[in-house]
């Protein structure tokens, strides 16, 4: 039998008003256990697709699942649901409550969401990323790096099916950045973590098992392990066209 993708979409188009298509019938399995990116000069609908994804936005004809479920017929309240129990999020800026400790940081959605957690599972994920001294810290008392690694451990505290990150490295020096990425790719490859990346930036996307390059609201390409240099290539190519 064939495990059940983390995400698969079908026939998902999405059109704002004014009549911009932003995705024009994109298809695609994301299988549980595995790091993708998703790459494309601006305007090219990556974000677009990680927010129909993510239930964020509802797109305009397709469907779109999650751990099996049907989320494009949810009304909010239960798409918000969803994202709190099932997927969890890293953004460039963090995100983190300024004037809570690290640990309350991390533990905030499952709390939002009447679940108590797993003190094992994040004393792994803790463990794993380095925080083990930095519980009592407030965000103001971090490096950018270790407020993203936060921002890691609190998407990852539920055990989500997903998580999202869009252009987790963006606001990171070089070092740093690599430090972020191995982290990323060590929770898929050790932990068996599922992990959709959107990003602009070749060197990123080359750490993913597999990347998307997208172009016109559509996957254009789909490549397994290719170099950063090859998705530079790629995507000065596309900025050509």
């Known amino acids: 039998m064939t495990a059940t993708p983390a995400i698969a979409l079908s026939g998902v ?9 932003a995705l024009r019938n994109v298809s ?3 299988e549980r256990g595995t790091f993708y990116a998703v790459m494309g000069p601006s305007g090219s ?3 677009t697709l990680m927010h129909c994804a993510a239930g964020l936005d509802v797109p305009t004809s397709g469907s779109i699942t999650v751990g099996g479920r049907e989320i494009t017929g ?3 309240t239960r798409r918000t649901e969803l994202r709190r129990e099932r997927l969890g999020f890293v953004f460039q800026s963090y995100n983190l409550v300024p004037s809570l400790t690290v640990e309350d940081n991390i533990t905030l959605p499952l709390r939002l ?3 108590a957690p797993d003190r094992e599972w994040l004393r792994t994920l803790i463990e794993r990323v380095g925080l083990g001294g930095r519980l009592t810290h407030r965000p103001a008392e971090l490096s950018g790096g270790q407020q993203q690694r936060v921002a890691i451990v609190r998407a990852l505290a539920a055990r989500p099916d997903v998580v999202f990150a869009d252009e987790p490295t963006g606001a990171l020096d070089l070092r740093t950045a690599h430090e972020v990425l191995d982290l990323l790719r060590g929770l898929v490859d050790d932990l068996g973590q599922t992990v959709v990346m959107v990003t602009h ?4 996307a080359a750490r993913a098992h597999r990347v998307l390059v997208m172009a016109d609201g559509q996957i254009v390409e789909t490549l397994d392990r290719p170099s950063a240099a090859d998705l530079a290539d790629r995507l000065v190519s596309l900025g050509k066209g």
């Not at 188009?13 to 298509?21: D, F, I, K, L, Q």
């Not at 930036?201 to 990123?204: E, K, L, T």
């Open 45 to 47: 609908g990556k974000s």
């Open 13 to 21: 188009s999405m059109t704002y008003p004014g009549g911009v298509h």
């Open 74 to 76: 949810l009304n909010e």
């Open 28 to 30: 695609l399995t994301v």
């Open 201 to 204: 930036d070749p060197a990123a």
């Open 113 to 115: 969401a009447g679940r």
